[in-house]
C-alpha cells in the first residue's frame, strides 16, 4: 500500500519556526525524491521544494529559499520541511509528495504519491 501522511502543521505567528514531517510507505519513499508543495486559499498548487534520493540534492522556490529546509531521513522512510521566519503568506496546505525518480522535481504532474496535506496558518 502507497502513503504519504504529513504532520506538524500548525497555528503559529510570523517569524516563528515550524517543522513538518511526512512518513512514507516503503514503496513510495525506497529511491524516490520526495517533494513538498502548497496550496493557499483561492490559488494553485505550487512547489516547496524537493530533495532527491541521495539527500544531497535539493531544490527551493524563490519565495522560500533561505528560509526553508528540506532533509530526509532514509533508514526512517521521512522527510522534513523545516521553515524558519514564517509570514503570513506562507499560509497554506502543505503537501509532501513522492516522485518515482531518483531526482526531484518542481512540477507537480512529475509525482506519482500525494499526501492528504497539512495545514499552516501564520498570523501576522
Known amino acids: 500500500q502507497v502513503q504519504l501522511v504529513e504532520s506538524g502543521g500548525g497555528l503559529v505567528q510570523a517569524g516563528d519556526s515550524l517543522r513538518l514531517s511526512c512518513v512514507a510507505s516503503?514503496?513510495?519513499?525506497?529511491?524516490?525524491?520526495m517533494g513538498w508543495f502548497r496550496q493557499a486559499p483561492g490559488k494553485e498548487r505550487e512547489s516547496v521544494g524537493s530533495?532527491?534520493?541521495?539527500?544531497?540534492?535539493?531544490y527551493y522556490s524563490d519565495s522560500v529559499k533561505g528560509r526553508f529546509t528540506i532533509s530526509r531521513d532514509n533508514a526512517k522512510n521521512m522527510v522534513y520541511l523545516q521553515m524558519t521566519s514564517l509570514k503570513p503568506e506562507d499560509t497554506a496546505v502543505y503537501y509532501c509528495?513522492?516522485?518515482?525518480?531518483?531526482?526531484?522535481?518542481?512540477?507537480?504532474?512529475?509525482?506519482?504519491?500525494w499526501g492528504q496535506g497539512t495545514q499552516v496558518t501564520v498570523s501576522s
Open positions: 516503503r514503496r513510495a519513499f525506497r529511491g524516490n525524491a
Open positions: 509528495a513522492a516522485r518515482n525518480h531518483w531526482t526531484g522535481s518542481q512540477w507537480e504532474n512529475e509525482y506519482d504519491y
Open positions: 530533495i532527491d534520493w541521495s539527500g544531497f540534492g535539493t
